[in-house]
């Protein structure tokens, strides 16, 4: 595929730092806009003076022209754009639905608005298995009508919409990208919010107790960076999509509980496992159905959960012993 102009919305984030190492590593030139709320400049620090590379920092929910125009300049015109930059937590869109509102539909309308006005060929989009709610059927299929619990997985959705809007109206290639649980190497354990993985190997690498919401029977499909990565980037390079919803995980489903006791067992951890409530809108099965991936992105999977934990637990140790040199 030809070198482009790439924007990444949130690429200094989790998932977006590891689609900017991708993206340069194919040959694209690549902006990023983040506002540095939860992402870090050390994500992108083995990539940063690199002349393919603009990071910028700003709020995705303002109008883009004027914050990308210095890049415009320099790397040419945007061609495409990953939209990761989000308020990611369900908790907080409870506390903060108009904030929430703001940032991740409103971010979506300004990324869209700049692609109708400036020629930009396709937006792939991160939404979530939030927009499911609590689907009582498994596999979890895009076709189920979607019923979100929380501001966050609403506003997931309408941004669905809109890309299926811009698509139909303006003629923009859309498509937004189903994440079920993604882990993996640079995810924050930072905040309370961060995801369970995560959380869990901060805790095991200092031998502190692991809490689990609830029994720990509720199921995730927990789907690697690097696999999440790679549907992105099919996505994005896609120049046909109509806003069609595509579910990225892996098609297996494991208990939040084997989820502790395997994060405990690489990290050679004495971290005990304790028991809390569960959460507030909180999903209780999940996996994937993968068909439409296959067939639309041709994206299948390739990590299983024990060896994505292994290389996780890896970067983790690593992390710990440049934290304690
Ligand atoms: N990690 C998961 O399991 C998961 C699951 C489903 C969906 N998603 C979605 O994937 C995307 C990426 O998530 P992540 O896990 O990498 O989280 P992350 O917090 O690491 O990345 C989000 C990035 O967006 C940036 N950001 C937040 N508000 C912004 C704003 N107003 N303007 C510009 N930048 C802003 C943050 O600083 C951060 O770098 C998000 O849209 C999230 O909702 C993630």
Redesign the pocket.
Known sequence: MAASHVLV??G?????SHTVDRLLDDGHRVTV???????SRLNLATRLGLPELVVIA????EPLAPTLAGAVARLGPIERVVH?????SVTRSFEAPLADLR?NAG?TLQVLEYAREHGVRAVAF?????VYGDATELPVREDFVPAPLSPYGVH?LASEQYLQSWSAVHGVSTTPLR????YGPR??PGSPYS?VISLFFARAFANAPLNVDGDGSQTRDMVYVSDVVDAVTRAVFRDDGRGEPINVGTGGQVTVAELARLVVSFAKSNSVITHGPARTGSIVHSRAAVERARELLGFVAQIRVAAGLERTAAWFAAERANTLA
Do not use: E, Y
């Open positions: 919305t949130g200094a984030g989790f998932i977006g806009l983040d506002d540095f709320s939860q992402g700003g709020d995705v929910a990761l930059a989000a308020q990611t940032v971010g991160a939404s979530s298995a939030a997931k994440f079920f649980n993604v995810q924050d995801g």
